[in-house]
């Protein structure tokens, strides 16, 4: 079992900043990946931004540029690191990790830019 707590969400506006964490109940060195969903209203959850185990990372194309993803083992934490926010980025992110073959999510924070 892995349990994920997101925080970080709120409301910013557009070309602001805001650093989502994902804290993970076990180490995070022994997870296959940890990965950032959102799913804006009305819109099917979509993959944001992955970091694997071996520290490979991988955006969807409409971030690329402006978030970052990376972990802490130490802390046992995942960021997400978002700059140059857009409207289009208001929704709910979700933080998702894969262990031995199972899938486990958070409850999500939302985010929510203004223009």
């Known amino acids: 079992q892995v349990q994920l707590v997101e925080s970080g969400g709120g409301l910013v506006q557009a070309g602001g900043s805001l650093r989502l964490s994902c804290a993970a109940s076990?180490?995070?060195?022994?997870?296959?990946?940890m990965s950032w969903y959102r799913q804006a209203p009305g819109k099917q959850r979509e993959l944001v931004a992955v970091?694997?185990?071996?520290?490979?990372?991988n955006y969807v194309d409409s971030v690329k540029g402006r978030f970052t993803i990376s972990s802490d083992n130490a802390k046992n934490a995942v960021y997400l690191q978002m700059n140059s926010l857009k409207p289009e980025d208001t929704a709910v992110y979700y933080c998702?990790?894969?262990?031995?073959?199972?899938?486990?999510w958070g409850k999500g924070t939302l985010v929510t830019v203004s223009s």
């Open positions: 998702n990790a894969q262990w031995s073959g199972l899938y486990y």
């Open positions: 076990r180490s995070i060195s022994s997870l296959n990946r």
């Open positions: 970091i694997t185990s071996d520290g490979r990372t």
